[in-house]
């Protein structure tokens, strides 16, 4: 494992996929494993993943990814790999908590896992990109999800074929301050 720093430097959003080249099973389930382990509101864990890793269902779930009409996502069928993530109930403290203080923690708590996910491919040389715009209806249809239930993100999985890309970032004082906001 390489040090933090490097590792949230080094990932970043992948838009093509070496299509023929599977992610080995091993690497999957350690990926997983980081995102099981995420820390949530209370300890609610409200997420469930779906991987996809047939590759008939996994370019339906591709299609219903892409969008013709606004030209996106249409590089998500050269993934192997997509995890889907789903949206699931909330503990009662969580709920609770996320009533008074106006909050869904819930959604703060799948972008946890969904950073440990990320960051735990690119730790076993694997590029990701976090999809939230499909067909939610369809994806749910096609992997049997039951229809009270939120599908809020789609990770595709697999190994990068683009080349690593500076980061453009705002600069250190427009986005930290201490003690107050300035």
């Known amino acids: 494992m390489r040090d933090f720093l490097s590792l949230a430097l080094q990932r970043q959003s992948d838009r093509a996929f070496d299509s023929s080249r599977p992610v080995e099973k091993e690497k999957l389930e350690r990926i997983l494993e980081a995102a099981r382990m995420a820390p949530s509101a209370c300890n609610a864990q409200p997420w469930h993943f779906i991987v996809v890793d047939d590759p008939e269902l996994k ?45 869904k923690f819930a959604h703060v708590d799948i972008g946890i896992t969904a950073a440990h996910l990320c960051l735990a491919a690119e730790d076993e040389g694997l590029g990701t990109c976090i999809i939230g715009w499909f067909n939610e209806s369809k994806v749910r249809k096609l992997l049997n999800i039951p229809s009270g239930k939120r599908v809020l993100l789609d990770i595709v999985v697999g190994y990068s074929l683009q080349p690593d890309r500076p980061k453009k970032r705002k600069e250190k004082d427009k986005v930290i301050s201490f003690n107050s906001y300035e």
Do not use: M, R, W, Y
């Open 59 to 103: 370019n339906q779930v591709a299609d219903a990814t892409s969008s013709k009409l606004i030209g996106i996502n249409h590089f998500t069928k050269q993934a192997p790999v997509h995890i889907v993530v789903v949206e699931e109930s909330v503990n009662l403290s969580s709920g609770f908590g996320s009533l008074v203080k106006d909050k």
